[in-house]
Structures are given as C-alpha cells and as structure tokens.
C-alpha cells in the first residue's frame, strides 16, 4: 500500500479548500446547465425538487466524501482500497472508486466541448457580433458555431489543454491558485448581469417561472434529472471531493465547510436562472425549454444591448470560461492522483493520457451537434446520452453506495471520530440523515425515473 499521508502536498488551510471546492462546484453546472434543464422542466417544481435534492441528499453525501476523502488520504479509487481493507471489507466496494473516476473522464469529455462555445464566444463578444444582436440573429449565430465541427473541434481542444497544463502543476500550485481571484469576479458579474436583466427582461415572469411551484410540469424523469443535477452541481458521486478532502487538514470542520460550500454553489445557479429567463421572456423567439443553447442565445442578446455590453460580454464569457476550468481540473484530478499513486506515471504523462481518451471521447459530442445530430440511442443523442449516463445514472449510484457505505458499513465510532470537531447535534442528524434518507431518497428517484424513462 502506499504511504498514507502527504503525497500529494495540501491545502495551506481550510479557506483554500472551500475556494477549491466551490471552484469545482461552481461550473458550468451552475451557469449552463441548470437554466436549460430548468427550462425542460417547466421551472419552478423542478427548482425545488433541486433544492430538496441538494439539502436531503447532496450536502449530506458531501461531508460523506469530505471525510472518506480525509481518512484515506489518497486518491479516490486507493482511499476506497484502504478504507475497506482496513475494515476486512469485501473488494467491491472499490467499485466506488472506479466507477468516479471513469464518470469524471466521460463528464469531462463533453464539458470541454460546452467550455469551447464559452471559449469561442469570448471572441465573438470582444469583436462586436453581438451589437445590437436580435434574439432571432443570436440564434442563428449559435446555430452555425454548432453546425462548423472544425471550430467546435478546435476550442475543444484548447480547452482540454489549458486543464491539462494546470493539473499538471500540481494541487497546491496548479490548482489552489486558480480558484482564488476567479469566483468572486464570476459572483459580481453574475450580480451586474441580474441588475441589467431586472431592468430590461420581463423580470416578473422569469421570477415565477422559477419559484412558483406548478405541481403539472413535473414527472419522475424530472425529478431523476433534479436529483442528478444536485450531484453533478456539488461535483459529487466521482471522487472529486473526495480527491480535494484528501487534501484537507485534519482540524477543519467539514460540516460548516460543506455548507458553504452548498450555499455559494446553489446561489450561483438561482442568480443565473434569475438573470436568464427575464431575458427568455422578453424575446418570443426564445423559448425556456431551447435545451443546451438556452445561455448561449439569450445572454449575447443582454449584452448586444446593453451599455458598455460588449466589455461585460467578454468578460462574462472569459470567467465562465475559467470557472469551467476550475471544474474541469477537479474531473481529471482523481485519475491523475490514481496513476501517479499506483502505476508510477509522472503527472504529466497521466495527464496528457487522460486529456487524449477525454478528447477523443468528445468528439462523440461534437458530432452530435452537427454529423450525427440523427442517431439516437434510447432516444439520446451522444451528448445526450453521456449526460445522461453520466449525471443520471453514474453520479447518483455512486453517491448511493457513498451513503450506505458510510451510514451502514462503516463503524460509527469511526466515523464519529473522523468527525470528531463536529458537535453532538450536528453528528448524529447528520448520519441520521446520511443513513436513512439520502439512500432511500436516491434509489426511490432512480429507480421510478429509469422507469419511466424507458418505458
Ligand atoms: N460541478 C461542476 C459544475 O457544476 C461539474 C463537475 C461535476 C465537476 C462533477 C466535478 C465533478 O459545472
């Protein structure tokens, strides 16, 4: 087995960790996914199964990692191996391990794809055009970046590299440093952006939509997709909590942690769906249900419009950019830990060996935006489908196995004294919760919304 502590350096204290942590969190989850999904779903219903997801189920698994992550001190899939040979469990449980890394390679490979539009729009922002841009010019506009697979393909991969570059400079260089400055600007914007909306979208009616619970929109594959999301927002189910809690100290509290941590991220989203859909309902040709070009289509007509907007544009495309980037590191980070810890790879091979199968993995993706656009499987198309499986299925079996390992396998004292910082009432709802609901909860949603998904 390899040593257990200190391989991989560690954060310099608890504060670097809720930045690393929220700068996987907060990501393209936040910014561009939760708002088309919400907009699939017809809103506020879906919104609040989210959010009983995030507080039932994700911020309980959450602290789960955190302190699996702590105990083990090693990379997801070799802390998984030595907690459960420490406790003369049997091997599947590894499975948590691998099944992580493998779902935050196949995330990773389409995440890039979506960070390449963010890239790409930088451009378009800076360069004007945007200006003055209808809802209807906007959509044709992001309707040809998705139909030209050679620029789709080109941003890809500069993306791919520019995270290959920062894991490759290591936890407490590489990453630590990158989160620092970003989210707070990103926060701001976000801010400036729900100002100008409030001002200028049909501010009422994108509020709303949002909060106002309409019981009708809301089906089993809904709330699967609601609960998959909570995973994938709060970087759950793949081992990149896990992987950032093995880094952590080992007198921080992870409950209050874990809860900043869940705020922040949750925040984001909310703003970014109130500075959204007043915009969506302003412009008719937008429709809240348009899918995965909701952002990209109805921000350039914000900013197309907006004093000063083709700097703010930019600029929001540049932090976009970077926050997917600090998500996209915490992706590849578990891997990377693994083959370093286990197969003696230097980190710049396993990155650069990650990066290529996420890449050609991606270009599955690409293709579905244009060539294969067609095909489906189950109904998917690949992008569809690798999201699918991913956030779906992946993220929440894992987060399952996370729950019952923790609140059933493991041995209470041990897992008190991991938490031993905690207090009493704090503890004991908590592993109330990760025992009884959180497992409960996941395999009731997933299995009625594979259900009916399929049938
Ligand atoms: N949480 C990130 C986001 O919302 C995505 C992510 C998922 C990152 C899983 C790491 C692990 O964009």
């Not at 907007?309 to 590191?329: H, K, P, R």
């Not at 489906?376 to 569809?384: L, M």
Request: net charge neutral; charged share 10%.
């Amino acid at each position: 087995m390899s040593s257990k502590k200190g391989m991989h350096g560690a954060w310099s204290s608890r504060w670097t960790f809720v930045l690393a942590a929220t700068g996987s969190a907060v990501g393209l989850g936040n910014i561009w996914k939760f708002p088309y999904i919400v907009g699939e779903n017809g809103g506020g219903a879906f919104v609040l199964v989210y959010l009983l997801c995030i507080l039932m189920v994700g911020l309980p698994v959450m602290v789960a990692e955190v302190m699996l992550g702590r105990r083990g001190r090693q990379s997801p899939i070799n802390t998984m191996r030595y907690l459960t040979e420490q406790a003369g469990l049997h091997g599947g449980w590894n499975a948590i391990g691998w099944l992580g890394v493998v779902a935050g390679l196949m995330i990773l490979s389409y995440y890039a794809v979506i960070a390449g539009w963010a890239l790409h729009y930088i451009g378009h922002m800076a360069s004007g055009t945007f200006q003055g841009v209808t809802a209807e010019q906007a959509g044709s506009i992001f309707n040809e970046l998705l139909a030209d697979k050679d620029t789709l393909i080109f941003w890809q991969t500069i993306f791919l590299l520019l995270t290959v570059i920062v894991v490759t400079g290591g936890v407490t260089k590489g990453l630590g440093m990158a989160v620092r400055v970003l989210m707070p600007l990103l926060f701001v914007l976000l801010i400036v952006l729900l100002v100008f909306s409030y001002q200028s979208g049909d501010f009422a009616r994108g509020f709303s939509f949002l909060f106002s619970f309409n019981y009708e929109a809301l089906t089993w594959e809904g709330v699967l997709e609601a609960m998959g999301h909570a995973f994938f927002t709060l970087s759950l189910g793949m081992g990149a909590i896990m992987a950032y809690g093995a880094y952590m100290p080992q007198h921080a509290r992870i409950g209050r942690t874990v809860l900043a941590v869940g705020l922040l991220d949750t925040l984001v989203a909310l703003v970014a769906g109130l500075a959204i859909f007043p915009i969506v309902f302003a412009n008719p040709t937008i429709e809240p249900s348009s899918g995965p070009g909701l952002m990209f289509v109805s921000l350039p007509v914000v900013f197309g419009n907006m004093p000063g907007g083709l700097l703010f544009g930019s600029l929001f495309f540049v932090l976009v950019t970077l926050a997917a980037w600090s998500s996209a590191i915490s992706l590849i980070e578990p891997a990377v830990a693994y083959l370093v810890e286990s197969k003696n790879f230097h980190r710049i091979t396993a990155n650069l060996l990650l990066g290529l199968i996420a890449w050609i993995v991606g270009l599955g993706s690409v293709l579905s935006f244009n060539v294969w656009s067609e095909s489906r499987v189950a109904g998917f198309n690949f992008f569809e489908f690798m999201d699918f499986l991913t956030s779906s299925v992946m993220l929440p079996l894992t987060g399952l196995f996370i729950a019952i390992f923790v609140g059933w396998i493991m041995r209470p004292q041990a897992v008190r004294e991991e938490l031993s910082d905690e207090s009493d009432y704090v503890f004991f709802r908590w592993h109330w919760i990760v025992r009884y609901i959180s497992p409960l909860a996941i395999l009731v949603v997933f299995v009625m919304g594979i259900y009916k998904t399929f049938s």
